[in-house]
């Protein structure tokens, strides 16, 4: 069974921090991982990642695939209260018709 | 439309009845996808359309659930006999993929609709 695992489930940190959210997957087939942030309802896309090594940036955010050890990680520089959000990471495999996801990180930036 | 958008965003029903819950996609996308998440948990997958057809539904729990697409954009995802454990959010989602793997496969999702069975 396809498992996505992310750690740590909460986090509470202050503004101007950098954090490290973490995600871990073991699944077959393998196709691309996805972060998305949830603040109310809908999940909002974030990045997509395919190949190993090679970092995504948008602004404060980043992220990075390691698929030799089935990892990826996301990290927000200089974080604002705005950050404060649920960071789900999802993974495609097979025929890239669905994705499994993670139960998340609860990021909460205080003042 | 701009984005997806799901009907109703709020939806209380009893034990034992019937509801229908709706998608409507962005403009353009193939493929459409159901997920529930219950509170604390990630999205589950449920239901994959191409099209009108059903491409991947081995997600649906059981025979209660139903979905269709039979103008291959709206989609209503079908459930009967509701129970309490059916209490969650539908997230929809549609994306610009086709089945022969041309478009993006970055989906975009609706705001949902809560569903509680009391």
């Known amino acids: 069974e396809d498992k996505v695992v992310q750690s740590p489930l909460s986090l509470v940190v202050h503004e101007g921090d950098t954090v490290t959210l973490n995600c871990s997957y073991e699944v077959t087939n393998f196709r691309s991982l996805l972060w998305y942030k949830q603040e109310k309802k809908a999940p909002t896309f974030l990045f997509m990642l395919t190949s190993s090594g090679i970092e995504k940036k948008s602004g404060r955010l980043s992220s990075i695939l390691d698929k030799k050890e089935l990892f990826s990680i996301l990290n927000i520089t200089a974080t604002q209260t705005g950050d404060s959000a649920v960071y789900l990471c999802?993974?495609?495999?097979?025929?890239?018709?669905?994705?499994?996801f993670g139960t998340g990180t609860r990021l909460q930036v205080t003042l | 439309g701009a984005g997806v958008s799901q009907t109703p965003s709020n939806k209380v029903t009893e034990k034992g009845k019937y509801v229908e819950l709706r998608c409507d996609p962005i403009?353009?996308?193939?493929?459409l996808y159901w997920y529930r998440q219950s509170l604390g948990q990630g999205p589950e997958f449920l239901i994959y359309?191409?099209?009108?057809?059903?491409?991947?539904d081995s997600g649906l729990p059981n025979d209660r659930f139903f979905a269709v697409r039979p103008e291959g954009s709206v989609s209503t995802l079908k459930i009967q006999r509701t129970e309490r454990g059916d209490s969650a959010v539908y997230l929809c989602?549609?994306?610009?993929?086709?089945?022969?793997?041309?478009?993006?496969?970055?989906?975009?999702f609706g705001p949902g609709t809560r569903l509680t069975v009391l």
């Open positions: 403009s353009g996308h193939t493929a």
């Open positions: 999802a993974v495609y495999t097979g025929t890239a018709s669905k994705l499994t």
């Open positions: 989602a549609s994306s610009s993929i086709t089945l022969a793997g041309r478009g993006s496969n970055e989906q975009f």
């Open positions: 359309f191409q099209g009108t057809g059903a491409a991947d």
